[in-house]
């Protein structure tokens, strides 16, 4: 098959989108298929041009939005592609829009009796009316610390913990227009990758736990990217019943917002509480080094062969 990878962006998860989209294209070759990057570059251009991209988009079997963030993990690419009529790998344009927009992911999973992290979103003036947003907060049982970030985003990118009122204020503006403010959660970080195969089935991998950087205040974009002193530990350590519960979940969040393909699901477990959902990802970092490929290769799929389920479950689906 002629696979076609859509890599870069304009979003700050750029650099690493074109590692996943690079890590993508090799496995692609490996399995004998002919893989066409296409890159966007920083500023949200196709470098081949868009009408040259279009034809190229068209003479493939089937195109990998290896995508990270705003521009293409949030339903537009995802639009674009199927207003060409091109089948693709992963979420279509409504589940990928909610998965990016973290309030509507968690209205729409609380609608469902689906535990999520307490928080709250501030639009409009309440992001730089100091009064209405502490009312708003103090309405919703928030209090120091809390965790600000902005609404639509991805990879920590922007995240801040606020521990008083001139940090939160700093917060919030840095994570300006659309910001969610979360309560924070003391406990285990515990990640779950689901896939879907060919014949409509949807799995998830041994869960993997983060237990981050602890020269860094939480796990932030430079625990994730630039510390080696973070570590993911998969399978994490978990009891049958917890690791029943978490999996039995992530399936449900996976459904509940219509994904295809494949998601992770990352979660929050206290140590005298709840597990609650944290936030999805509908294209996550798909780096060989990233959480998603390292939970498959615990399952016993390597990285090309999980590459190889997204093209056939794209492929079945049309």
Not at 92 to 113: C, N, P, Q
Not at 121 to 133: C, F, I, K, S, Y
Not at 166 to 173: K, M
């Amino acid at each position: 098959m002629r696979v076609a990878i859509v890599m870069g962006g304009a979003s700050p998860e750029h650099q690493v989108s074109l590692a996943s989209g690079r890590g993508i294209a090799k496995a692609v070759d490996l399995l004998g298929h002919t893989a066409i990057p296409l890159v966007i570059d920083a500023e949200g251009n196709w470098q081949d041009g868009q009408h040259e991209a279009i034809e190229i988009l068209q003479a493939c079997d089937v195109t990998i939005p290896a995508l990270h963030g705003e521009g293409g993990e949030d339903g537009r690419l995802q639009g674009f592609f199927d207003h060409l009529h091109i089948p693709y790998v992963g979420s279509g344009v409504a589940a990928s829009a909610v998965g990016l927009d973290k309030h509507l992911t968690k209205a729409v999973l609380t609608a469902h009796g689906i535990a999520v992290t307490p928080g709250v979103a501030l639009r409009g003036n309440e992001v730089t009316d100091t009064e209405a947003m502490l009312q708003k907060l103090k309405a919703a049982g928030l209090d120091y610390p809390l965790f600000v970030k902005p609404a639509n985003g991805g990879s920590s990118f922007g995240v801040t913990r606020a521990t008083n009122l001139s940090s939160l204020l700093a917060a919030v503006a840095d994570a300006a227009p659309d910001v969610l403010v979360e309560r924070e959660m003391a406990g285990r970080e515990i990640d779950l990758a689901v896939l879907e195969f060919p014949d409509g089935r949807i799995e998830t991998a041994p869960a993997l736990e983060i237990h981050a950087d602890p020269e860094q205040p939480f796990f932030n974009a430079a625990a994730k990217y630039d510390s080696g002193a973070t570590r993911f530990v998969v399978p994490a350590p978990l009891d049958a019943a917890l690791a029943d519960r978490l999996r039995r979940t992530a399936i449900e969040v996976f459904e509940v917002l219509g994904c295809a393909g494949l998601a992770r699901v990352d979660f929050f477990v206290p140590a005298d509480g709840e597990p609650v959902v944290n936030e999805i990802n509908t294209f996550p970092g798909f780096t060989p080094a990233s959480q998603f490929p390292r939970m498959w290769a615990a399952a016993g799929l390597s990285y090309a062969e999980v590459v190889d389920t997204l093209i056939r479950t794209a492929v079945a689906r049309g």
